[in-house]
């Protein structure tokens, strides 16, 4: 098959969505397709044998058309306009079986319904799931005008693909009620990961300290409850080490009499002599946190809001590193509670507290979890189990529109 990636994020940074595009990528040229990336990226990562097709994002923030047309929601309505019209030109010398977007965004809302060619529509999170779980305390719940616009471009995008997929159950029930999308239409298949680049680190045999965050420092991914639960772990184990990876960002209203910035806050609300051992990383691409997962004692995912799949939980768990997560959506799906993983409840600092301690002071069932989540990994996750899958559901949705098409022709001749 020749198929092609929309996508604006890209490797080595960006969110699942970049993680995701390029795993997908990754396993299908080594199954043999032919694949073609369209991507804003300027300096992409690299993919042996996948054509990137750099399309640029118009820059125009800061003028006043930009503020007219927000509504549009800019620039993802201009970048999706030069995208389609890049992908007509290459279209000139080569022909596409089936293109995958995601919803975020509705980077295809160009595509879809403008072409001879199915639109696979992969859901992770559409703006309006981000845009809530991004409010704190300290802010109106009401849904912003131009909030309202881009739910709606998101949504016909989604609606009108000729498949929709979800990697997870959670996403999909959520998606099928608030667009009234019927959840028969919605193919769950979970988000590959690269399990040889993700492995249990073979050499290493030192001594292991480091409780590993990593994320955005914002309150909805629960830094903050993470900062509580921690701070009576620190003072009971002086050896314990907590390392944060990730960007950081403004500080919620409620907390910002303790500094402006979260990673502030978070030295605040630590005793002084706990601040050698309270590490903060700059966000680094995906690629190097694999050296991170691999020397922690264990992984932390403490999210307040919501997480349609979570590649950080995966990721650990491929490398063989126990993870605590909180019950939040996807982390429920991926993680069985004491056999491959720890789950507690979202906000919940002291449940939060006490499956650390419990990893922390058992090492058998720190070994125990891991291996297991190891396998978990390699029979359900990895590329050389969900890409397959993908392909059949391309295959089925290749067939099923040619059926279609097909159809529609002879009944036209018929008239």
């Not at 990336?37 to 300096?43: A, F, L, P, Y």
Request: charged share 20%; hydrophobic share 40%.
């Amino acid at each position: 098959m020749n198929i092609c990636l929309l996508t604006l994020e890209w490797p080595p940074y960006g969110c699942g969505i970049a993680t995701y595009m390029f795993n997908l990528a990754q396993g299908l040229r080594k199954l043999g397709h032919s694949v073609t990336v369209i991507t804003n990226d300027k300096r992409p990562l690299a993919c042996d044998g996948v054509k990137i097709t750099h399309v640029p994002v118009p820059s125009f923030k800061t003028s006043l058309w930009y503020k007219i047309q927000k509504w549009r929601m800019e620039p993802y309505y201009s970048w999706s306009i030069r995208a389609y019209e890049k992908f007509r030109a290459i279209c000139d010398s080569c022909e596409f079986d089936i293109i995958e977007t995601a919803e975020f965004g509705a980077w295809a809302r160009h595509f879809v319904g403008h072409l001879n060619i199915p639109v696979v529509v992969r859901c992770h999170n559409p703006t309006h799931i981000v845009w809530s779980i991004n409010q704190t305390s300290d802010h109106s719940y009401r849904q912003p005008l131009w909030l309202y616009f881009q739910d709606k471009y998101e949504r016909q995008q989604t609606a009108c693909a000729n498949a929709i997929v979800s990697p997870s159950h959670a996403l999909a029930n959520h998606l099928s009620l608030s667009w009234v999308i019927p959840r028969s239409s919605f193919t769950i298949i979970a988000n590959p990961i690269d399990s040889d680049l993700f492995c249990p680190s073979r050499a290493d045999n030192k001594e292991k300290n480091e409780i590993l965050y990593i994320g955005r420092l914002e309150y909805n991914k629960g830094v903050f409850d993470l900062t509580e639960a921690v701070r009576p772990l620190l003072k009971k184990y002086p050896w314990l080490v907590v390392r944060l990876i990730g960007m950081d960002s403004e500080a919620p209203k409620h907390l910002k009499k303790y500094g402006k910035m979260a990673s502030e806050v978070i030295r605040s609300l630590m005793p002084i002599e706990y601040h050698n051992r309270v590490i903060f990383t700059s966000h680094i691409p995906v690629t190097q946190t694999v050296q991170f997962q691999q020397k922690a004692l264990f992984t932390v995912m403490p999210t307040r809001g919501f997480e349609s799949f979570s590649y950080i939980v995966v990721e650990a768990m491929s490398c063989g590193c126990p993870v605590v997560a909180t019950d939040c959506g996807g982390p429920t799906e991926i993680i069985t509670n004491g056999v491959d993983g720890l789950l507690v409840a979202p906000g919940d600092s002291g449940g939060l507290r006490n499956a650390m301690e419990r990893l922390i002071e058992d090492k058998q069932l720190r070994e125990s979890i891991a291996a297991q989540a190891r396998s978990v990994v390699e029979h359900k996750f990895s590329t050389a189990v969900v890409v397959p899958q993908i392909i059949e559901l391309y295959e089925n949705v290749i067939s099923n529109y040619k059926a279609a098409t097909e159809t529609s022709y002879t009944e036209l001749c018929r008239k």
